[in-house]
């Protein structure tokens, strides 16, 4: 992980297209300012966990609903 200090008014540029300036520090919060290309993803960590975990659901009840599905092989009969 990478540590930075900015100070109010500072920014960090990520891959040529995404600034984050420090905006306001009050206590132990801290506001920060992104601009980012319109077609960027930006979501809260805790967000981003949640979408994470319901796409992993969605991803196991298809697979299962796949095999309840999916045509039984003809069996022999010698």
């Given at each position: 992980?990478?540590?930075?200090?900015?100070?109010?008014?500072?920014?960090?540029?990520?891959?040529?297209?995404?600034?984050?300036?420090?905006?306001?520090?009050?206590?132990?919060?801290?506001?920060?300012?992104?601009?980012?290309?319109?077609?960027?993803?930006?979501?809260?960590?805790?967000?981003?966990?949640?979408?994470?975990?319901?796409?992993?659901?969605a991803?196991?009840?298809?697979?299962?609903?796949?095999?309840?599905?999916?045509?039984?092989?003809?069996?022999?009969?010698?």
């Amino acid at each position: 992980m990478l540590y930075l200090t900015r100070k109010i008014g500072e920014s960090v540029v990520i891959n040529s297209d995404i600034e984050v300036t420090v905006i306001e520090v009050r206590g132990r919060s801290v506001r920060l300012g992104f601009n980012f290309p319109s077609n960027a993803s930006v979501l809260r960590r805790e967000i981003f966990e949640r979408v994470q975990a319901e796409n992993r659901e969605a991803a196991d009840a298809a697979s299962v609903l796949e095999e309840l599905t999916a045509p039984k092989p003809a069996e022999n009969k010698d």
